[in-house]
T-cell receptor
């Protein structure tokens, strides 16, 4: 089935540790995105990538890093510099054509203790 | 600076009646608008969209209206069903930039 896979669904880490969230898509989409959702808030853009080997900071990129070595994969690393890492993280992808929607993965709930 | 706003955090309607969810935006460069539905601990699923060159788009029970002069859009669900109970997010994008700017969401509860 075509879609976006995020793994794992739940992740626990100790404070001060870096952690990498996986996002894979087989939709042949050029663009991929990482969003963060906090309780009672909308989705905020962390990073996005429109083509392989290129990515741009979103609205809340501090404390995060990404890579885009393959079209299908866009992993997100939450570093120890991120002050409030506990959140629900969502990956999405879309075509580059105008007027198209983004498709989302099922999300990863990261809890830092 | 919140460019997309959903001022109603929650809405309750009776089954079979109309649900109207509202969204306002401030950036006049936005030219594509979308509605997503989201259940807890899941990713959002796309519902319906509208281009800025239109003022209405309909898909089954869902209709989105766009008022560009007021920078306002709304989602109408008729008739509402209990399965429609979820958080609804309004989102917008502009030009060739496909990243979306989201509102804070409205929790819709459809009462049987």
């Amino acid at each position: 089935d075509g879609g976006i896979t995020q793994s794992p669904k739940y992740l626990f880490r100790k404070e001060g540790q870096n952690v990498t969230l996986s996002c894979e898509q087989n939709l042949n989409h050029d663009a991929m995105y990482w969003y963060r959702q906090d309780p009672g808030q909308g989705l905020r853009l962390i990073y996005y990538s429109q083509i392989v080997n290129d990515f741009q900071k979103g609205d809340i990129a501090e404390g995060y890093s990404v890579s885009r070595e393959k079209k299908e994969s866009f992993p997100l690393t939450v570093t120890s510099a991120q002050k409030n890492p506990t959140a629900f993280y969502l990956c999405a992808s879309s075509t580059q054509a105008g007027g198209t929607e983004a498709f989302f993965g099922q999300g990863t709930r990261l809890t830092v203790v | 600076d919140q460019q997309v706003k959903q001022n109603s955090p929650s809405l309750s309607v009776q089954e079979g009646r109309i649900s109207i969810l509202n969204c306002d935006y401030t950036n006049s460069m936005f030219d594509y608008f979308l509605w997503y539905k989201k259940y807890p601990a899941e990713g959002p699923t796309f519902l319906i969209s509208i281009s800025s060159i239109k003022d209405k788009n309909e898909d089954g029970r869902f209709t989105v209206f766009l008022n560009k002069s007021a920078k306002h859009l709304s989602l109408h669900i008729v008739p509402s069903q209990p399965g429609d109970s979820a958080v609804y997010f309004c989102a917008a994008s502009r030009g060739s930039a496909r990243q979306l700017t989201f509102g804070s969401g409205t929790q819709l509860t459809v009462l049987p």
